[in-house]
């Protein structure tokens, strides 16, 4: 049990500490946007989801480059992806307005957890007013059989 207790120890401190991290919490520039890049196609999916997770925080309302665009649509266009980091990639997609997601979003709303589907949905309601794709798909949601989905499609339709 000890022998649990300090491995766990070792492996969270090192994980702690790890450089990915630390360089994932200096993104807040776009001049970081080839940084979030390269994190972005690391091997590690806490990595990718939490570079994903620190962009949405940003709360950029366009993408700062192509490059940074482009690498986060083949995150969500990647059927073996983690739904985690699809439905992450999904939201920041949406928030900058990139209407070429709307058919890896609604793809991917198919195949992964009610999470997940939860930010996609999330993803696709900036992209309603420019994409009759993405507004059926919403109005398709509130039949959905996750209530929170359902609930969310309904209110955020209602508001328009």
């Not at 900058?96 to 709307?102: C, D, F, K």
């Amino acid at each position: 049990m000890v022998t649990l207790i300090t491995v766990g120890f070792v492996l969270g401190t090192g994980c702690i500490n790890n450089r990915h991290l630390r360089q994932i919490s200096s993104i807040p520039t776009a001049q970081n946007s080839s940084k979030a890049s390269k994190l972005l196609t690391q091997k590690h999916r806490y990595v990718r989801l939490s570079t994903l997770q620190q962009l949405n925080s940003l709360q950029w309302t366009t993408a700062p480059d192509a490059e940074l665009s482009n690498t986060i649509l083949t995150l969500l266009e990647e059927d073996s992806e983690w739904c985690p980091i699809r439905g992450q990639a999904a939201l920041l997609l949406g928030t900058w307005q990139n209407t070429s997601a709307t058919g890896a979003i609604v793809e991917a709303l198919t195949i992964c957890d009610d999470e997940s589907r939860y930010w996609m949905l999330k993803g696709l309601q900036p992209l309603a007013k420019a994409d009759p794709i993405a507004l059926g798909t919403i109005q398709s949601l509130r039949n959905d059989a996750d209530i929170f989905i359902r609930n969310e499609a309904t209110q955020w339709l209602e508001g328009q």
